[in-house]
């Protein structure tokens, strides 16, 4: 059984800043992308930025020069540093990530967190 679980949402102002963390514990061999997925009200869950193990990134263009996602794969942790916040950013952010549960394993399993919300308004 793999856990992922998010931190660091929480309420800030438009401009302000936030960085979450994704910590994943449980049974894990190995841990191939790890991305960060946002769902506001009424809309369809979308990806924000991704990670792949040798830090390989993309992101979405709505947060392209204001994200940035980093991994520390000694922690099994993701982060998602984010700047210069605005009201659109406002939505629950879900980490996924790929797990490998043990070396008997021939595929990754795809994992969800519980999300964290965050809210970004003055």
């Known amino acids: 059984q793999v856990q992922l679980v998010e931190s660091g949402g929480g309420l800030v102002q438009p401009g302000g800043s936030l960085r979450l963390s994704c910590a994943a514990s449980?049974?894990?061999?190995?841990?191939?992308?790890m991305a960060w997925y946002r769902q506001a009200p009424g809309e369809r869950r979308e990806l924000v930025a991704a990670?792949?193990?040798?830090?390989?990134?993309n992101y979405a263009d709505s947060v392209k020069g204001r994200f940035t996602i980093s991994r520390d794969n000694a922690k099994n942790t993701a982060y998602l540093q984010m700047n210069s916040l605005k009201p659109d950013d406002t939505a629950f952010y879900y980490c996924?990530?790929?797990?490998?549960?043990?070396?008997?394993?021939?595929?990754?399993?795809?994992?969800w967190g519980q999300g964290t919300q965050v809210t970004v308004s003055s």
């Open positions: 990670i792949a193990t040798g830090g390989n990134t």
């Open positions: 996924n990530a790929g797990v490998r549960p043990d070396s008997y394993s021939r595929n990754y399993l795809n994992y």
């Open positions: 449980g049974s894990i061999f190995s841990i191939n992308a």
